[in-house]
């Protein structure tokens, strides 16, 4: 059997890490196959080799049995490898056309010609059913088409091979779907695929094979269709993993967040979050369950400070915190596990250690009259990194940029953990994580749960919602809707209120 | 030692040195274009000039290092907050009427302490004058570069005008001098330095050197900062108040710029501020001293002892027919050059890797 591309003993090093230790990955023309690895596992250092990015220590690359060498991403491109970055890399003032040409125009005496290039992409864009608009701004369209004008883009150059790595990470469920239809047919005209990845349903849908990375480590490819997901992820993991969440009956006792009639505004629009009330408890964990962009972010810049309330309050264990400033809720016991870990959770350039005290350092134990002192503070954050499992390659002292995505959730979880917060503010805490990482997030959180906490719990993920909480609030559009106990709710129920479909009225 | 060797601190110094080297061979190209016939002697001159006038050259290096050190200060300190303080010129200058005008008028003050004050006045108005790009970053996010420009020419101006009617000479069309009082002491330095006009401003720039390092890697101030600069967004929701944070490092760095203005104004040695429409160069100079010392206020300090080496070595070159502005010429393209330490340094990154993946190979 001939292989349109073959990895063969790839190694290749970074700093105090192996990032991807003698593996070698087959590719047959016309197939989807799935690379399924967790978070760090090496599956985007191995496709950026093959894209070129990276140069591989050891290792060979075989195209049609043939050696080459792939120097960078326009070697790559002229021997028809195309990559969907997990984040895009579009010119956000640019029409769709200029994104999809940028590189390869077609100039006339030095002027650019679009004609040509626009009859390809409509044509391009019509066989495999895109229907992307040539001349929209990238900035006005959703991110399920911005993907697609990615896929494009690898089309537009005529590549053969394509990678996507992490493509539903960002995507709503229902263009999830539409992914997996276009990766189909793109496969039936005999394409080949690299689809990166940790969730297993998605596999199971579309792939044909799947190679599993564990640690930089090849474990193994395999037939999907004859292995069940429990057996992919053991071989993922390196053990038997949990799907469920294990928990005891919540047993709340006094409320510690009150939110009473919460408005947020929103520029020339009606309110992001209206008239919002509702509480938890010490030792629950409450869900606000919605699509995504029906206020939750708006309600949770304002639980936590970083966005102005219009009107209502918020009640932190008795204290009217509403204009309280962020560093006061801190201090006051609000802890957040933010949305968005690179923007908020984490100033990536600084090293883990000072990372894991950013909500610390300016207590009495690092502080000294205004001077820090950073050997408490290493020791502190070795002391973290030990007892939450935070993997890395130099420790307290690597820079949290190089870390995983897995790895750098779990450092915000810990120092947000650690702090002692009365109430924590979880908003998608496993979001882009494998299945290892997810279940010690989901018993990290039941376990703060039963240490008295009171935890809101922001997400999308349906599975989430209804395994962990203990009370589900719906959102939709900016208001709440229903307050459903999952026990004694379904999962099409739920979508049903998700959807504004259904309405309860709520007290 | 061979840890100290493998640190990073000690390959940002062999990547400027590197630099520095790539520079001067670039320079002695230009030489050798514009004045084959002297190019040696003249390059020669500009490399151990000022050494060869013994103790008076090293002197004059310190003294001429002052201002653009505080100014480098200036634009490092900002780089590390996350800020391009491009506004020095004008911090700068300010700081220096201020001084001068204490200097002159202030004479009440006893004589220990009048310079003293007139340093501090240079120190308070320069801060105050990056006080308004400050606030408009931290309140309508206008870029600081653009603000600080503006300020740069508003404050050439109302200095121009301020000098002309306070403190204006007529005769000379510059300043007044400043009072004995206000000058500030020599502490015996221009007697170590014989031939120069050293004095204690020295002794103040490197204090600053090591109370900005201070500042910078062991406080709270400097963490919460620094934090600021890599990423805003984090250290807001962190608690840290950035918008504060924004303000405080631009008006710090202003101080640092019209700290430096007076250390100048107030030497005591033939130096006024004259009424003509030219920012003061001695704020540019600071961001070249920054970037070649790589924002740190110790490499800050070294980067501007050496440019103003090559400036009093390129001095020099003028008696051998070099005309001054081949003179800046070639300064320059030696600052241009020694401005690739950077590049350098990613280069020796990279060489360290590859030869540590070939013993490897070999203990393999």
Redesign the interface.
């Given at each position: 059997m001939e292989y349109v591309i073959e990895m063969c003993h790839i190694t290749k090093?970074f700093?105090g890490i192996i990032a991807n230790d003698d593996i070698t990955l087959q590719l047959k023309k016309g197939e989807i196959h799935a690379l399924l690895g967790e978070n760090g596992a090496g599956k985007s250092t191995l496709m950026s080799v093959l894209f070129g990015l990276y140069q591989a220590?050891k290792g060979v690359i075989k195209m049609n049995g043939q050696e080459v060498s792939i120097k960078d991403p326009n070697d790559a491109n002229r021997f028809g490898i195309g990559m969907v970055h997990q984040h895009f890399k579009l010119v956000h003032n640019f029409t769709v056309l200029e994104n999809i040409i940028l590189g390869v125009e077609d100039t006339k005496n030095g002027i650019l010609t679009l004609t040509e290039a626009r009859k390809k992409v409509n044509a391009l864009s019509e066989k495999y059913h895109l229907n992307v608009n040539c001349d929209a701004l990238i900035s006005d369209i959703t991110v399920g088409m911005q993907q697609r004008v990615e896929i494009l883009k690898m089309l537009y150059r005529d590549n053969n091979i394509l990678i996507f790595d992490e493509p539903t990470a960002v995507l709503t469920p229902q263009e999830i779907k539409e992914l997996m239809i276009i990766m189909k047919e793109l496969s039936d005209e005999g394409k080949s695929i690299l689809f990166i990845t940790h969730k297993l349903n998605e596999i199971k849908e579309v792939a044909d094979r799947c190679t599993v990375l564990r640690k930089g480590k090849y474990i193994g490819t395999i037939d999907v269709k004859t292995t069940s997901k429990e057996e992919m992820s053991e071989m993922m993991v390196g053990r038997k993993v949990n799907f469920n969440v294990d928990k005891e009956e919540a047993k709340p006792t006094d409320v510690v967040l009150d939110v009473q009639h919460l408005s947020v505004a929103k520029k020339d629009h009606k309110d992001a979050v209206n008239d919002v009330s509702f509480q938890v408890c010490k030792g629950e964990i409450v869900c606000i369950a919605g699509i995504d962009g029906n206020g939750q972010s708006e309600l949770v810049y304002a639980l936590?400070g970083?966005a102005p309330i219009k009107s209502g309050k918020i009640i932190l264990d008795g204290k009217d915190i509403s204009h309280c400033?962020?560093?006061?809720?801190?201090?006051n016991g609000l802890g957040?596990i933010?949305e968005d870990r690179h923007?908020?959770?984490?100033?990536?350039?600084?090293p883990l250690s000072?990372n894991l005290s950013?909500?610390k350092?300016?207590t009495k134990e690092f502080?000294h009259h205004?001077?820090?002192d950073?050997n408490k503070m290493e020791s502190y954050s070795n002391k973290l990194i030990e007892k939450f499992d935070v993997r890395s390659g130099q420790g307290s002292k690597t820079i949290a940029r190089s870390m995983s995505g897995g790895n750098q959730q779990k450092a915000i979880i810990a120092r947000e953990v650690d702090n002692d917060p009365k109430a924590l503010i979880a908003v998608q805490p496993t979001r882009g994580l494998d299945v290892g990482a997810i279940e010690f997030i989901h018993s990290e959180l039941v376990n703060e749960r039963d240490n008295g906490r009171a935890i809101l719990l922001i997400s999308l993920e349906l599975d989430e919602v209804m395994n962990l909480s203990d009370r589900i609030l719906v959102i939709y559009e900016g208001e709440i809707v229903a307050e459903l106990d999952p026990k004694q709710t379904t999962i099409q129920e739920l979508g049903l209120y998700m959807a504004g479909s259904k309405k309860e009225v709520v007290k | 030692m061979k840890k100290w060797l493998s640190t990073d601190g000690f390959r940002n110094f062999i990547s400027s040195c590197v630099a520095i080297a790539i520079g001067l061979v670039f320079g002695l190209i230009i030489i050798v274009f514009t004045n084959p016939s002297n190019a040696l002697a003249g390059f020669l001159n500009l490399l151990v000039g000022p050494l060869e006038m013994g103790m008076m050259g090293i002197g004059r290096v310190l003294f001429y290092a002052i201002p653009i050190i505080m100014t480098g200060l200036s634009v490092g300190f900002a780089f590390k907050t996350g800020l391009f303080n491009i506004g020095t010129p004008g911090q700068f200058i300010t700081g220096a009427f201020a001084a001068v005008y204490v200097g002159v008028h202030w004479t009440f003050l006893p004589a220990e302490i009048h310079w003293l004050v007139a340093l501090l006045a240079a120190f308070i108005v320069g801060g105050l004058w990056a006080v308004v790009p400050g606030l408009m970053k931290a309140y309508f996010n206008v870029n600081e570069v653009i603000s600080s420009i503006m300020m740069n020419y508003i404050g050439m101006y109302l200095v121009n005008y301020m000098v002309k009617l306070t403190v204006f000479d007529e005769m000379r069309s510059q300043s007044l001098p400043v009072a004995t009082s206000a000058e500030i002491p020599k502490m015996g330095l221009d007697q170590i330095f014989r031939g120069s006009t050293l004095n204690a401003g020295i002794i103040i720039a490197i204090l600053m050197v090591v109370l900005i390092y201070v500042i910078l890697n062991?406080?709270?101030?400097g963490?919460e900062m620094?934090?600021c600069g890599?990423?805003a967004?984090?250290?807001?929701?962190?608690?840290?108040?950035e918008k504060k944070n924004i303000i405080m490092a631009m008006v710090i760095a202003g101080a640092l710029a019209g700290l430096g203005g007076g250390l100048v104004y107030l030497s005591g040695s033939g130096k006024f501020i004259s009424i003509v429409e030219v920012l003061a160069p001695e704020g540019f100079n600071g961001i070249s001293v920054a970037l070649l010392g790589l924002s740190n206020p110790i490499g800050i300090f070294f980067s501007g002892i050496f440019i103003s080496y090559l400036t009093v070595g390129g001095n020099l070159m003028q008696q051998f027919g070099f005309i001054p502005e081949i003179v800046d010429i070639i300064i320059s393209a030696i600052i241009y050059c020694s401005a690739l330490s950077l590049m350098i340094k990613i280069f020796l990154n990279k060489r360290k890797?590859n030869k540590k993946?070939k013993i490897k190979e070999v203990k393999e």
């Open positions: 090093e700093p220590e936590s970083l400033s962020i560093f006061e809720r801190n201090v957040h933010p923007r908020h959770g984490l100033v990536l350039d600084y000072y950013l909500k350092y300016f502080n205004g001077f820090l950073f | 062991k406080t709270k101030f963490f620094k934090a890599l990423n967004d984090a250290a807001r929701y962190a608690g840290i108040n890797a993946n």
